[in-house]
């Protein structure tokens, strides 16, 4: 037995604890990871990359490397709805291309004012970046083929055993803290004694109930469909319901399907699994099955509490969703970027160990939140069902597929053009937020608007020189000085403790106008911390903002 000691331990290696690894990383943190699988993940699992996960990724400086994974950069993002892939196309909701994203971005405005825009790429193509910029980083460990038997809290330290998959040796190592990115059936949850609270077992006819998925390669698919491609393919038939989002763009495809009553796992064979997946295409093409499994559907849980002492959990072991909307993996990497930055400042000395508090009363609201969300679109999809005649060739066969046409059309909008969700989640409330007592703008999926009410995601501007408000800000603390006030108080309040503040002069009108007011301090996590025209109480609102309040 090896004893070794750390600042963090990150117990999983899936994207909330890769992405953890990389903001301590950044930051200095002396940080261990230990994953129990051999690598990151083979099989495709979430397909969608929201807006805000790529602004966190341009803020590491690693989201084109991103961009330009999955499929090939002029292949459409569409999302479109068929009887079967080879017969009727019912829907289509039409998405730039990853190439043409990078251009449109820049002529947005309103809601879709952003750096980024979101990018449909399956999560097996960006665990292994997160990874190597992880593992790229001074300090920061990670290991797979390692798995955590346990932890036990001592007075100043998490005592934390791993083990090596082969068995053949064990760390015992003593961290500051241990995070739990264990997944959804974490060790680390059931270990600090905090419970999954809300809803499951949720049944309809589609994603909600026993789901088989089916990695493929179909090698004609491109070829043989007389249809144009698109990212995500949904088939509507009385026989067989699927989702069946492109992974390549060049032939392999993450199938789901969900198991009738007299359909039992156990019995499903490579041959069948391949059957099911022609069943949906309704064509006799070769169907290769690279992997398959199940999972369930119809989960909207969140744990009852995100810490215990000096342990923490986040992603899906804090949190499990239907993953319709995508937004599981998403709410994962928002739970690393707000603890990243305030483990670092703790362990630092720039933050009070009080301000880990509001990780929990930040998080877990938007949790609750997103699940909720997630939910209402499974059931916009699970429950309508599709009528006996959908699939006839006939005046009634074709009055069906017009009414579930335009329902899908709408329900696709709904589901994937969604910049209220992934713009507007906010932290009002939270300890680490200044409230000036303006109202925050309604939560709504499909319409964000621009607020810097403090709590909430900054207003994003391009500037004239092309580059974004975005870039402009430190990777710690930014002071925005929109007008004449120069909150000099900030400055020298953040020396006094050792916070790394950029000062951005950005006397546009257009930005006074957006912010209302002439300052505005921007948290690492590009939260907007406090807002207003003079800095007179700025020792007030960093004391508060260092969890010293
Ligand atoms: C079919 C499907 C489609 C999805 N689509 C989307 C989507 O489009 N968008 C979206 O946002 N989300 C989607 N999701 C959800 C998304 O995949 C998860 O939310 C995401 O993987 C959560 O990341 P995580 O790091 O918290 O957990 P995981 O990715 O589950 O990682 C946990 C890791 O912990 C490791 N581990 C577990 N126990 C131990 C232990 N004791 N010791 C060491 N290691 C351990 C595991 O090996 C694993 O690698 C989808 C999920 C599924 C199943």
Redesign the pocket.
Known sequence: MLHARTSVVI???????LMLANELGRRGVATLL????PAT?YTP????TQARTMEHYRRLGFADEVRALGMPADFPTDIAYFTRFARHELARFRLPSSGEARQVVRTLSGSWSAAELPHRCN?KYIEPVLRRHAEALDGVSVSYG???NGFRERDNRVEVEVESVSGTARHRIAADYLVG???????VRQGIGARYTGETGVARDFVGGRMY?VYARIPDFYRDIPHAPAWMNVSFNRERRCFMPAVDGKGEF?F?TQLKGHEDERSIGEADAAAMVRQAIGAPLAVEVLARGT?TAGHSLVADRLRGGRVFI????AHL?T?TG???????IEDAVNLGWKLAAVLKGAAAPRLLESYEAERRPLAVRNVAYAKGFADSLGLYEPPPEIEDETPEGEAARRRAGEYFQAHGRAEFNIPGITFGGRYDGSPAIVADGSAPPPDAANLYLPSACPGGRPPHLWLADGRSLYDLFGFEWTLLRLGAARGEGFVKQAQVRKLDLEVVDLPLPEARELYAAELALIRPDQIVAWRGNSDAQAAAVLRQLTGHG
């Open positions: 117990a999983g290696g899936g994207p909330f604890g230990f994953d129990q699988k993940a699992q979430a397909n969608a999560q390692w798995r955590m990115a264990d997944g959804a059936r974490s060790l998925a993450a789901h999972w986040g992603g899906d072991a969703f993953p995508g937004l599981g993996y998403n709410t994962a």
